[in-house]
């Protein structure tokens, strides 16, 4: 089956443009739109479609059905100044006595954030969440929900979690103060100068190897569990095969927390060796050609850190603190209005049965807030109704404890303003169809969603559930491992099938 070719395997048909507001398809048979918001870094126009169209298919054929040809067609949105937008949909349909269509759309909004965020605005944005997470953690977490304040417990090794990713950013701040401190004092100043110190030097010297050994250990490991994972899902993409398990996971999990644990100890020691070995030799001390080895790869660990931190973490920068950072607000306000208005394009054509809202990472964030926004405008009220919502790599709950809403004394009015934006805690009755939050204990991003309340459905199940993915187990890497496990599309299947069923029934 994993290799058999299929008519969705083909090339996609072109449809011709359709113009909006008008110009609706007669649709035969159930038709489900799927809109994927994406996470951070640097998504390209049309990739995240395109996997989330593959994943859909390879769901729906472990589920046993049959695919008709795909096809790709743009909608077109004509503005009163004759400026005209598209917004692509890529189209699969399940054969069957009733054929069901499945329109996929893409909510892209990475370019409006790539280079807005620098590194000081990460390192702020990271310190502040280490140090407000730490202090929160201690106490129970009070939030409105369904118009009532709601005391939520928190994990307990919450705080020092918190403690422990503050401690690794403030340690590559330090790795990089020393770094750039010692060579450009040791370069200008040249080998008259007796500082640093051979002392220094040496010390030094070691303090780096061993964070350059760490580095190099968890990412040697990171390459060879991803590869071996890799090979596991292009052999098994379609099949309902044996789970994907990484063996030697205690060794790679130790590698993991080593790295950390070893930039933290040689961040904090690079700091101590500086104040100790402050005064000069009496006699000079050139630096020596291991001395540059070792801090240029070390430079280059660290700039690879940075520039990972920079281009993942500047977009949360951007979404999440935008609310205390007026200069991000307007930024969040635009990406905000791009997921509205590719929502509203697809609720209004009126050819939907069912919509499901699909967001990885921080889309997570944003496909909620579009949920919300969607209701607060008070327009497609029945269909919102018949709206699942799926989040998987969701840092929500992380969101929602750090930099939401956390009530102080006196705070009650901006608190219950703030609640109210989310329309789905403001009422039960504000609630999607469904909520499935997808997660893996390995992806340190993510987890559980306990602070957004529970509505009970009319089988008595809650309206928000989690689901482990348990293939999503190589630490740290779970993150991106979604995309290609088989739950968040299985997931997405089987509410496609539940409208199916409905749809038989009536």
Not at 145 to 163: M, P
Not at 387 to 403: E, H, Q, R, W, Y
Not at 414 to 429: F, M, P, W
Request: net charge positive; aromatic share 10%; hydrophobic share 45%.
């Amino acid at each position: 089956m994993a290799h058999k070719t299929l008519p969705c395997d083909e090339l996609p048909l072109l449809d011709p443009p359709i113009d909006l507001p008008k110009g609706k398809q007669p649709i035969f048979g159930p038709a489900v739109a799927v809109i994927v918001f994406h996470g951070m870094g640097q998504q390209v126009k049309f990739q995240t479609l395109n996997d989330v169209a593959y994943g859909i298919r390879d769901a729906v054929v472990r589920a046993g059905q049959t695919l008709a040809r795909p096809h790709t067609v743009l909608l077109r949105q004509h503005a009163p100044n004759d400026d005209c937008k598209y917004i692509p949909r890529a189209e699969l349909e399940i054969d069957g006595i009733v054929p069901t269509q499945i329109h996929i759309y893409e909510c892209y909004w990475a370019p409006l954030t790539e280079g807005k965020a620098t590194l000081r605005d990460v390192a702020k944005f990271l310190i502040k969440a280490g140090v407000d997470g730490f202090r929160l953690g201690a106490r129970r977490f009070q939030r409105i929900v369904f118009g009532n304040w709601k005391s939520l417990s928190i994990e307990r090794t919450t705080r020092w979690q918190f403690a422990v990713a503050l401690g690794f950013v403030l340690s590559l701040i330090g790795l990089n103060m020393v770094l750039g401190l010692v060579t450009s004092v040791g370069v200008l100043r040249g080998a008259d100068s007796g500082w640093p110190g051979q002392a220094l030097v040496h010390w030094l010297s070691v303090d780096f190897a061993v964070f350059e050994v760490a580095a190099f250990l968890f990412a040697a490991s990171a390459y060879l569990a991803y590869r071996r994972w890799d090979r596991f899902r292009q052999s098994h993409a379609r099949t309902r095969a044996t789970q994907w398990t990484l063996r030697g996971k205690t060794l790679y999990l130790a590698l993991a927390w080593g790295f950390v644990l070893a930039t933290i100890a040689c961040g904090f020691a690079a700091l101590v060796l500086l104040l100790r070995f402050r005064v000069s030799d009496e006699a000079p001390t050139p630096l020596g050609l291991s001395f540059f080895a070792v801090i240029a790869i070390a430079s280059a660990v660290s700039w690879v850190v940075r520039s990972f931190l920079v281009q993942y973490a500047g977009d949360v920068v951007v979404y999440v603190s935008a609310h205390s950072v007026s200069q991000f607000d307007e930024l969040r306000t635009t990406i905000q209005k791009t997921a509205l208005n590719v929502a509203n394009a697809v609720y209004a054509q009126g050819i939907y049965q069912h919509v499901i809202l699909l967001g990885h990472s921080l889309g997570s964030v944003i496909a909620y807030d579009t949920f919300n926004a969607l209701t607060n405008e008070g327009s497609h009220h029945e269909l919102l109704r018949r709206t699942d919502l799926i989040t998987f790599g969701s840092p929500l709950d992380k969101t929602a404890f750090v930099f939401r809403s956390q009530k102080v004394a006196h705070a009650d009015f901006r608190e219950a303003l703030a609640t109210q934006i989310q329309a789905a805690l403001v009422s039960s009755d504000n609630r999607p169809a469904s909520w499935t939050n997808v997660f893996s204990k390995d992806d340190w991003i993510s987890g559980k969603l306990n602070f957004y309340g529970q509505a009970q459905l009319r089988n008595g199940e809650s309206d928000l559930q989690n689901r482990e993915d348990t293939e999503a187990c190589i630490p740290i890497v779970a993150h991106v491992q979604y995309w290609r496990n088989n739950l968040v599309f299985d997931t997405v299947v089987e509410k496609i099938q539940a409208v199916r069923a409905d749809m038989m029934r009536v």
